[in-house]
């Protein structure tokens, strides 16, 4: 059993930037491949990054690419998201999430535990 907590939203101006943070239990974290989602009112959830078990490989949203940057320490229990030059259109719930497995992957349905989200607003 995995269990996710997320943290770092909150309200930016367009053009700012905010790290999340989501900070995993257990002692086999490094065994799990991490993403992070979105979710925003009215649609549906939707990959952001990915990184694999070494961090060594990651995967990110066309929207998201060079902007955002997913990164892990598997000695803190950690994956962190690093978002820069964020746009209005990035509004929404962040979810961490974590599978068995030490691939990256896209699809929200591949993953075994969610944290409960954290909100970022972007303004105009």
């Known amino acids: 059993q995995v269990q996710l907590v997320e943290s770092g939203g909150g309200l930016v101006q367009a053009g700012g930037s905010l790290s999340l943070s989501c900070a995993a239990s257990g002692r086999t974290f490094s065994s799990y491949g991490m993403g992070w989602f979105r979710q925003a009112p009215g649609k549906e959830r939707e990959f952001v990054a990915g990184i694999d078990w070494s961090g060594s490989n990651t995967h990110y949203a066309h929207s998201v690419k060079g902007r955002f940057t997913i990164s892990r320490d598997n000695a803190k229990n950690t994956v962190s998201l690093q978002m820069n030059s964020l746009k209005p259109e990035d509004t929404a719930v962040y979810y961490c999430?974590?599978?068995?497995?030490?691939?990256?992957?896209?699809?929200?349905?591949?993953?075994?535990?969610w944290g409960q989200g954290t909100q970022v607003t972007v303004s105009s």
């Open positions: 999430a974590a599978r068995r497995g030490i691939l990256v992957v896209v699809s929200a349905n591949e993953y075994d535990y």
